[in-house]
């Protein structure tokens, strides 16, 4: 079973940078769209970046300007580089793969706290 497994989370001072990196346990095909998103204690699951294989890229409004995200097609690898981090950017972020026929898969997730 296909798993993406997502990296470079952990603890940064509010300003600070982080950079998530998801790549797949194994080759993954037909892949259309790739993305972040983000759940904070009590709260749903929302979408942060996506971007897809011609590179289009969409943001949540909270993010737009601080965050980058981009792709490797070859690999299925995603990124997010997340600057200028605010203490309500502490969430935890997970990869999404969704194929051209909707299949999606997930990561288990990654901390990522924001706090000085």
């Known amino acids: 079973q296909v798993q993406l497994v997502e990296s470079g989370g952990g603890l940064a001072q509010p300003g600070g940078s982080l950079r998530l990196s998801c790549a797949p346990s194994?080759?993954?095909?037909?892949?259309?769209?790739m993305g972040w998103y983000h759940q904070a204690p009590g709260k749903q699951r929302e979408l942060v970046a996506t971007?897809?294989?011609?590179?289009?890229?969409n943001y949540a409004d909270s993010v737009k300007g601080r965050f980058t995200i981009s792709r490797d097609n070859a690999k299925n690898i995603v990124y997010l580089q997340m600057d200028s981090l605010k203490p309500e950017d502490t969430a935890v972020y997970y990869c999404?793969?969704?194929?051209?026929?909707?299949?999606?898969?997930w990561g288990q997730g990654t901390q990522v706290t924001v706090s000085s």
């Open positions: 999404n793969a969704k194929t051209v026929t909707s299949y999606e898969y």
């Open positions: 194994r080759n993954l095909f037909n892949i259309y769209l």
């Open positions: 971007i897809t294989n011609g590179g289009r890229t």
